[in-house]
């Protein structure tokens, strides 16, 4: 049977069924995986924040991994002291008649680990973002310097930073005054990305830190959005930054034991970059169209040019593939279509009636040769454009 067929219909029959296969095998581990990401954000609020043009050139980040011994000996102080106090304000609770968790009688909260003597201070936060390096869009992975000051009006209790969506690698004590403390860090963080709308993507990089020695009645902090900024000259490579705001959240802990009500404030910063437009049309917008135009071309060849009609659809299909699988290996699985997934699927869909215009000649009749050619011929230009704007737009 294969035989009264002819070659050309069993090349276009065995390149139809490898085509399909190569598509769903592609699709199955992009739309079946498990998404790391925790759903769709809410629209990002872009506070443009002013930079500081008159300030020198930064320096050179410092090497994350490496921890200075005077960076370390600035820090051990201050953790013993904190946990001095802590130790101090469970000392200072009382338990009950039937022994078990103490509690204090006074203050706000009744957690052993409530500082009701202290009262609560108000406290300022300012961050300078210094630098970003090594930041991966595949796992979301980034290295962060920068600076952070606390001010306030009254002596603050002692303070530990630590990082809840990473890891601190070096901190430097440079003042450290009741009133006020600053310091420098470099630590490794990660985002999960948000790329539904990739290559045009908006990526939101975060920096969270929480003060766990001091709770809700001790300390209050407060952002200050005159000191929330970048450095002169920061620039993270093929990205443009677009706004960076900081926020207080509160941090509930699930009940670990009896009065456990305090709560502890963390400080979030979020850095809002989005990809260069141009590098996004270049690198993936015109490499699609290319294929679809290529293709388009080989429909205004007659049924005696077969071999080239055929030799202008196949191969194309044959290039979207492996041009989409490396579009893939760049980006994380996620268990949602990107814009260029979109992209990808208009232009599978407009390579297939390409060549579905050229198997219409095996399928009927020899005499309706010249009608299915001048349809074809002059069908598929509105068809595929208005293929590829539903791919683009939707």
């Known amino acids: 049977m294969l035989m009264r067929w002819g070659p050309v219909r069993v090349t276009t029959a065995v390149s139809f069924i490898v085509i399909v296969a190569i598509v769903l095998f592609a699709f199955s581990e992009k739309v079946f995986a498990r998404s790391s990401h925790g759903g769709p954000r809410g629209p990002a609020r872009l506070a443009i924040a002013a930079r500081k043009a008159q300030a020198p050139p930064a320096e050179p980040p410092a090497d994350a991994g490496a921890v200075a011994p005077a960076a370390q000996l600035a820090v051990e102080p201050a953790q013993h002291a904190a946990d001095d106090e802590t130790e101090a304000h469970v000392r200072s609770a009382k338990v009950g008649p039937d022994g078990g968790v103490p509690s204090h009688e006074k203050g706000e909260f009744r957690s052993p680990f409530a500082n009701p003597e202290h009262g609560k201070t108000k406290v300022k936060v300012g961050f300078l973002l210094e630098s970003i390096e090594g930041y991966d869009i595949k796992t979301g992975a980034f290295i962060a310097h920068f600076y952070l000051t606390l001010t306030s009006e009254r002596p603050m209790p002692n303070v530990t930073l630590q990082a809840t969506n990473g890891k601190l690698e070096s901190r430097e004590l440079l003042a450290n005054h009741p009133t006020f403390k600053m310091w420098k860090f470099a630590g490794a963080f990660t985002e999960p990305p948000d790329l539904r709308l990739y290559p045009f993507d908006t990526q939101e990089l975060t920096i969270e830190l929480e003060d766990d020695s001091n709770g809700a009645d001790a300390m209050e902090l407060v952002p200050d959005p005159e000191r929330t900024t970048v450095d002169a000259g920061f620039e993270i490579p093929g990205w443009d930054d677009i706004f960076i705001r900081a926020q207080i959240l509160k941090h509930y802990y699930p009940d670990r034991f009896e009065n456990d009500d305090l709560y502890y404030a963390r400080y979030k910063v979020t850095l809002g970059i989005k990809r260069y437009a141009t590098n996004a049309i270049f690198t993936v917008f015109v490499p699609a169209l290319v294929i679809v135009v290529i293709s388009l071309s080989g429909l205004w060849f007659p049924r005696d040019k ?89």
């Open 306 to 394: 077969i071999e080239i009609r055929t030799g202008s659809t196949t191969p194309m299909l044959a290039a979207a593939v492996f041009f989409h699988f490396a579009l893939t290996q760049s980006l994380p699985a996620t268990a949602y279509l990107t814009r260029a997934d979109k992209l990808m699927v208009a232009v599978y869909a407009c390579l297939f009636l390409h060549m579905l215009s050229s198997w219409l000649w095996f399928m009927f009749h020899e005499k309706h040769t010249d009608t299915i050619f001048r349809l074809a011929k002059y069908s598929s230009i509105p068809i595929t454009f208005g293929v590829m704007a539903l791919g683009i737009l939707v």
